[in-house]
C-alpha cells in the first residue's frame, strides 16, 4: 500500500531482539478542529493498530486524538520460528489499512 | 562616420554582455556563505529529516512513486516514456523559462505540462495531493545533487520582477524577505531562528501542517506572517520567486523530503 511503509529485517537470528518500525500517512483528525465555516471537523483517528505474527497477536496501539498525524511506530519483537508479519490498522471512518513482512530465523 | 558608430557599437556590446553577467553574479549572500534551513533547525528535526525511515516526507514519495507507475485511464504512465533516462538532477534545474509557454515554469507546472499534453488528462490542482506527492517523488531523485537553475534570456524580466519582490516591503508589517533573510538571519524571531530563506527541502514535511507542502505554500505562509496580500498557488509571481531564490541558493544540495518546523 502507498500509505505506509515498514522496516524490518528479513533475516533474524532465533531468539534474539530485532526492531520494527511502521510509518503510517494519516491525517489524524482530532475532533478538535473547526472548518472554514465554523463547522466541527469530525475526529477521524487510526483506533486500533495490530501487529500479528502467524496469526498470533504481538502488539497493539489503542491510539486516540493525543496522536500526530503520520504515526510513526517503533517496537521490538523476537522470533523463534520464520513466517510473517502482519499489521493491520482501522480508522474512525471505518477505513482498514494493512502491511505484511516476512522474517526468516536462522 | 558610419564606420565610428559602427565601431562604437562593436565596443558597447561586449560592454553589455558583461555588464549583464556581473549583474547576474551581484549576491547579497556570497556563495561560499549559503547555509541550509536544515542547519538552523534543533537537533530533533535534523534527525528527523535525516532518517532514511522516519522522514515522514518519505510516505509522499511513496504516493509519488505509485502515481508515476499508474497507467492513467487517458494515456501512458509516467514510468513508459522516463523508465530509462531517470529524474536524477531534474529539480535542480527547476523553476525554468518554458520557450513554448513564455513564461518561468516549475516542477509543478512541468508535471502538469506532461500530464496534459502526453497523458492528455486534466491538470492537477495545485496543492492536490497528487502534484504535491508526485513532485516530491521526482525532486526526491535530485536529492544531494547542487542546485543549478539556469537564467535564461527570456526569464531576465521574470528574474528582475522576482529580485524586486524579494527587496521590495510587504503588508500591514511592511518589511521585505530580505530583511528577514539576509539581513538578520541567525537572529531570533520569538523562538524561531531565522534561516537564509532557502528553498533546497521544497516540497517539505512542515511539522506545522502535518503533510508535504510546496515551496509556493511556504511562500504563501510566510507573506501571511508578514500580513501582505496571498496570491494564489500557481501565480506567476510565485513561480518566478521560486526562481529568483533557487538563483538565490545555487550550489546547495536538494533536500526533498526536508523537514521543518
Redo the contacts between chains.
Keep these: 500500500m502507498a500509505d505506509s511503509r515498514v522496516n524490518v529485517p528479513s533475516v533474524v537470528k532465533r531468539g534474539e531482539p530485532f526492531e520494527v518500525r511502521i510509518s503510517i500517512r494519516h491525517a489524524m483528525e482530532t475532533g478538535y478542529r473547526m472548518d472554514d465555516t465554523g463547522k466541527s471537523i469530525p475526529r477521524n483517528v487510526i483506533r486500533t493498530f495490530t501487529c500479528r505474527y502467524n496469526g498470533e497477536p504481538v502488539f497493539a496501539v489503542r491510539m486516540s486524538s493525543g496522536f500526530a498525524a503520520n504515526p510513526y511506530l517503533r517496537f521490538f519483537l523476537m522470533a523463534r520460528d520464520s513466517g510473517e508479519l502482519t499489521f493491520e490498522w482501522v480508522d474512525d471512518a471505518g477505513a482498514r489499512g494493512s502491511e505484511r513482512a516476512p522474517i526468516s530465523v536462522t | 562616420m558610419p564606420r565610428a558608430l559602427a565601431a562604437l557599437l562593436l565596443l558597447l556590446v561586449p560592454l553589455m554582455l558583461g555588464g549583464a553577467s556581473v549583474h547576474a553574479q551581484r549576491r547579497a549572500l556570497p556563495l561560499a556563505s549559503l547555509r541550509s534551513g536544515i542547519t538552523f533547525a534543533g537537533p530533533d528535526v535534523q534527525a528527523m529529516q535525516a532518517d532514511a525511515?522516519?522522514n515522514?516526507g518519505?510516505?509522499?514519495v511513496?504516493?509519488g512513486?505509485?502515481l508515476w507507475n499508474a497507467v492513467g485511464a487517458t494515456g501512458p504512465a509516467c514510468a513508459a516514456c522516463h523508465e530509462q533516462s531517470g529524474m536524477q538532477r531534474v529539480a535542480t534545474h527547476y523553476p525554468r523559462w518554458d520557450a513554448a509557454a513564455r513564461r518561468v515554469v516549475d516542477l509543478e507546472d512541468r508535471i502538469n505540462a506532461c500530464r496534459t499534453g502526453r497523458q492528455h488528462a486534466p491538470p492537477w490542482a495545485r496543492g492536490s495531493d497528487e502534484l504535491v506527492s508526485m513532485t516530491t517523488y521526482v525532486a526526491n531523485q535530485s536529492r544531494g545533487e547542487p542546485m543549478a537553475v539556469v537564467i535564461d534570456p527570456a526569464a531576465r524580466p521574470a528574474f528582475e520582477r522576482a529580485r524586486a519582490f524579494y527587496y521590495q516591503r510587504h503588508g500591514q508589517m511592511n518589511i521585505s524577505c530580505a530583511q528577514c533573510h539576509e539581513q538578520h538571519w541567525g537572529k531570533h524571531l520569538l523562538r524561531e531562528t531565522l534561516s537564509q530563506g532557502h528553498p533546497t527541502a521544497f516540497p517539505a514535511y512542515r511539522l506545522e501542517w502535518?503533510?508535504v507542502g510546496s515551496l509556493q505554500r511556504r511562500l504563501r505562509a510566510c507573506l501571511f506572517g508578514i500580513r501582505a496580500e496571498m496570491p494564489p498557488e500557481g501565480d506567476p509571481l510565485l513561480t518566478e520567486l521560486e526562481l529568483f531564490l533557487a538563483w538565490r541558493a545555487e550550489g546547495l544540495p536538494v533536500e526533498t523530503p526536508g523537514v521543518r518546523r
Excluded: D
Design positions: 525511515f522516519a515522514p518519505l510516505l509522499w511513496e504516493r512513486k505509485t502535518q503533510a
